[in-house]
Every structure is written in C-alpha cells, then in structure tokens.
C-alpha cells in the first residue's frame, strides 16, 4: 500500500514565523511530489512541486525533498493569517496517481 | 476561463436513491479525475480518464458507483443505490496531461453529499 504520512496538526505559528510541514512517503519509486492547499470548504490547489533533492524556492516558499529519506517538507516564510489552511501532501510514481496524505492543518496567529 | 465546474454543489438524498455528479472539464484538457475526500481516508483517486477513456477505475469503491466519460466536456459519477458511508465531498479535477509534474491538475469546488 502506498501511503503518505503528514501530521494533523493543528501547527500554530504566529505571524511572521517560518511554518515548517513535513510529510514522508513509503513508495520508493514515487518521483515527483507536490504540495496542495486547501482552505476549509474549498478545492486543493496547488503550490508547488518538487522531483530533484534539495530545495526548490518560490516567493515566501521552499519545497525541500530528500528521496534517501523519503522526506518531503514545505517552508513558509513569514507566514500569514491568509496561510492558515490544510496542507496537502502529494506523490506521484511514474504513472499520472496522485497519492495524498491526510494534511496537516496550519494556523497562523496575528 | 471558468475553471473545472461541477454540479449540484450540495446533494442531499436518502439511502438506496441514485445519485449522479457531474463535471466539466477545462476546455483543451484531455485528462479527468474523480476523487472522493473525507476526514477519516482523507483525498482518494477514484477514476482517471484519458482522452475521454477509462484508463484507471481501481480506485472505485464497489459496483455502486460508475463513472462515464461521453465527450472531452463532460463526465458523470453515479451511486446507485446511496448508502450513509457513500458521504463525502467529491471533486472532480482536469489537466493537460498526466504523465508530468509539471501537468498540474486544476480542481472543481466539489459536490458535497449527503446520504441520511
């Protein structure tokens, strides 16, 4: 079973902290991951994807993944109350399947 | 462009009626998925379709549900019959193409539904 872990949460975070979200995959042959968010009663949309280790930057945030660890995470940058939603981890093998995680969700305190 | 529409957004029934969900796609994506969220199993694939054919439909629960594809603009999703666990919010999502990451799939705003 290909599975992706995220924690819940709730991660609280006050205005202008770095919000750290983290997520891990068991399939080995996942080869891109993506990271989607999705405020309380709307649709996923996505952020950013990432398929090469390291970091992959846009605006106030950082994919990083590490396929040896099979770790993916999400670095937001001074954070905003407009941030605060569930994070939706993604990873997709070589075929077009995404699997989700559960999602983490994020508050963002003023 | 509209984006991915859906209809009706909410649907409540009663256990053992049929339900049907459907989805336009954007125009110009050639690829469609139906996916099914809840808080306990969380954003489930459940049928993918490719040019207007079903290439993957493992991720459908049971024989209750059925899924069609009859041209590039539309789709349907049906239970029949309903059952309380078949409620969920169900969204539908094109794209470009499957096979890259850079092929992003867009969302619908969902149908959310409801079977007492």
């Known amino acids: 079973q290909k599975e992706v872990e995220q924690n819940s949460g709730p991660l609280s975070v006050p205005e202008g902290a770095i919000a750290s979200l983290n997520c891990t995959y068991s399939?080995?042959?996942?080869?891109?991951f993506f990271w989607y968010r999705q405020y309380s009663g709307k649709s996923p949309e996505l952020i950013m994807f990432?398929?090469?280790?390291g970091d992959k930057e846009d605006g106030r945030f950082t994919a990083q993944l590490n396929k040896a660890s099979q770790y993916v995470s999400l670095l937001i940058r001074d954070s905003q109350p407009s941030d605060s939603a569930t994070y939706l981890c993604a990873s997709r093998g070589s075929n077009y399947k995404l699997t989700f995680g559960k999602g983490t969700l994020l508050t963002v305190n003023p | 462009d509209a984006g991915v529409i859906q209809s009706p957004r909410h649907e409540v029934t009663e256990m053992g009626q049929e339900v049907t969900l459907r989805c336009k796609p954007i125009s110009g994506h050639n690829s469609l998925f139906w996916y099914r969220q809840t808080m306990m199993r969380g954003l489930e694939l459940l049928i993918y379709f490719n040019n207007n054919v079903p290439i993957d439909d493992s991720g459908m629960p049971e024989d209750r549900f059925s899924a069609k594809m009859p041209n590039a603009s539309f789709s349907t999703l049906k239970i029949q019959p309903s059952e309380p666990r078949d409620s969920a919010v169900y969204f539908c999502?094109?794209?470009?193409?499957?096979?890259?990451?850079?092929?992003?799939?867009?969302f619908g705003p969902g149908t959310r539904l409801t079977v007492l």
């Open positions: 999502a094109s794209s470009t193409g499957a096979g890259r990451a850079e092929n992003e799939q867009f």
């Open positions: 990432i398929y090469s280790n």
């Open positions: 399939d080995r042959g996942s080869q891109s």
